[in-house]
């Protein structure tokens, strides 16, 4: 039995129906694209919430952590924005989201386990939400297709929790599989998984958890969104997705320049990802990603002023250490970096930027190596 199952048997006395497993993602490359209709490639990692679940027949929802955290009590037809806070607002969000589309998923008890790290910039709340989005489908006898498990978990993280942010995450938990990226275009939402076989080049991907937390249903992710919204508009087109660099440094001198480094930053990352997916596609080795990894992170840091000093450490301090390349991933204003680096270097590459956060008096960063994992599925 998993310890999901035995964790849930023992708090609720009886033995769940099932229990469904989610991971939380690295985005190798494509940041803040996913809301201007652009593209990104993530891959989810080995590192997965586990949700068992078992219907009760009086409409209640029963939510448990194996963290610590308060369990939740709540009739789902009680189940409005702002009712809950915390972890269990992930479970209860997609349960609402799936009433709003007119999907009925009856009462349920819930025990949450998860090992992908909370604020680390890695995905843990769609790792929860989209355990929760294959258990309650599967409650609610409701064959949708995975895109659509993306919008409801989506609209839980966006409307229920608070968190305006795009498709990435859901994404690349629900349509990933083991030992792939996924490259996905977030306006036709069309994906298609790209090899990546990093153990056949002697490659890691080793993320550094630099402990700054940070949390998109605060400030800077929000206003970043407004930022695109107005260059957007004196651009004149409906997303950023549509400008080309060319046509933008035609632009430049008319437009408001913080608008412009902020678009700079989108339409130069919206090309990076297809010359990284490219390249991939092409037969090229993953590492000769370094660079384009590396002008993201710049791009990241200076037009689009995401990134914080300790993530700036831990770039510069992997790529000196040997890194073929290393960027912030995720949201930014905290959270992860990732470095692509050998196997055989990996251990200094750790060793460097422990040394260096301890030299800055920075808190002791997590290092760790990270696999392209299987995306969400039902485990027992
Ligand atoms: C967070 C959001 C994603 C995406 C990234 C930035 O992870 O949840 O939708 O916008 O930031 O690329």
């Known amino acids: 039995m998993s310890t999901a199952a035995a964790a849930f048997s023992e708090l609720y006395g009886y033995a769940p129906d099932g229990v469904w497993s989610a991971p939380g993602r690295v985005n190798i490359i494509g940041e803040h694209t996913d809301y201007n209709d652009g593209f990104v490639f993530p891959m989810a990692i080995d590192r ?69 790290p909370v604020g680390a910039g890695l995905s843990s709340s769609a790792a929860i939400e989209c355990a929760a989005a294959l258990a309650f489908a599967e409650a609610a006898g409701a064959d949708l297709p995975r ?87 004196e651009l004149g087109v409906g997303a950023l997705r549509d400008v080309d660099l060319s046509d933008l440094v035609l632009s430049a001198q008319g437009m408001d320049q913080r608008a412009y480094r902020r678009a700079r930053h989108v339409v130069s990352e919206n090309s990076r990802v297809l010359t990284a997916v490219g390249q991939l596609e092409a037969g090229r080795p993953i590492r000769s990603l370094g660079p384009v990894l590396a002008s993201s992170h710049e791009s990241l840091r200076d037009d689009f002023e995401v990134s914080c000093p300790e993530l700036d450490l831990a770039v510069e301090a992997a790529m000196a250490a040997g890194a073929a390349g290393a960027r912030m991933t995720g949201g930014g204003f905290g959270g992860s970096a990732l470095a692509l ?38 485990e027992s």
């Not at 809950?84 to 025990?111: C, E, K, N, T």
């Not at 990226?181 to 994906?191: A, E, P, T, V």
């Not at 030299?359 to 969400?376: I, K, M, S, W």
């Open 147 to 233: 895109e659509e498990l993306v919008l409801i978990c989506q609209q839980a993280e966006n409307d229920f929790a608070g968190a305006p942010t795009g498709i990435l995450d859901q994404s690349a938990s629900l349509l990933s599989r083991e030992g792939h990226g996924l490259f996905l275009d977030c306006r036709s939402r069309q994906s298609r998984l790209v090899s990546l076989d990093l153990g056949s080049e002697g490659m890691t991907v080793l993320v550094i958890d630099t402990k700054v937390s940070h949390a998109h249903d605060s400030g800077g992710y929000a206003e970043r969104r407004r930022d695109c919204e107005r260059a957007a508009e």
């Open 341 to 378: 680096v050998t196997e055989a270097g990996a251990d200094s590459v750790e060793r460097a930027v422990t040394r260096v956060f301890a030299r800055a008096g920075y808190t002791v960063p997590e290092v760790f190596a990270v696999d392209p994992g299987a995306g969400a599925r039902r």
């Open 48 to 116: 997965r919430a586990r949700v068992a679940a078992a219907q009760r027949q009086d409409g209640v929802l029963r939510l448990a952590t194996t963290a610590p955290g308060e369990p939740a009590e709540i009739a789902a037809a009680d189940l409005a924005p702002g009712v809950l806070s915390g972890w269990s607002r992930y479970l209860a969000g997609v349960h609402w989201a799936f009433g709003q589309r007119g999907v009925r998923v009856p009462g349920m008890d819930i025990l949450l386990e998860s090992d992908v």
